[in-house]
């Protein structure tokens, strides 16, 4: 792995490390305000809606654990880490 692939890994590793935390705190407060509620109160759908973006937010975390190395791509005329191909094997 090159330097550039090192230092992107150990810096996705250190922000999904601080996002995890907050992360599991939300799905922690979601979990305990749904505990007996009635799914006809307004307030569930919202608190399913949480629940979902936290989803979402894991998903992002667990592919950003897997960059490698550094790829990038075009995204309105600048580079930007292209996720799929830094966080899969290298061919």
Known sequence: MDTAGL????????????M????M??????????LGMNPEDPADDKLEKIAQEEERLDEFTRRLM???????KKCMDIDIIDMERSASPEL
């Open 20 to 23: 995890n935390q907050p992360l």
């Open 25 to 34: 705190a939300i799905a922690g407060f979601v979990d305990l305000c749904k």
């Open 66 to 72: 897997q960059i490698a190395r550094y790829e990038t």
């Open 7 to 18: 230092v992107c890994g150990g810096l996705s590793g250190a922000v999904c490390h601080e």
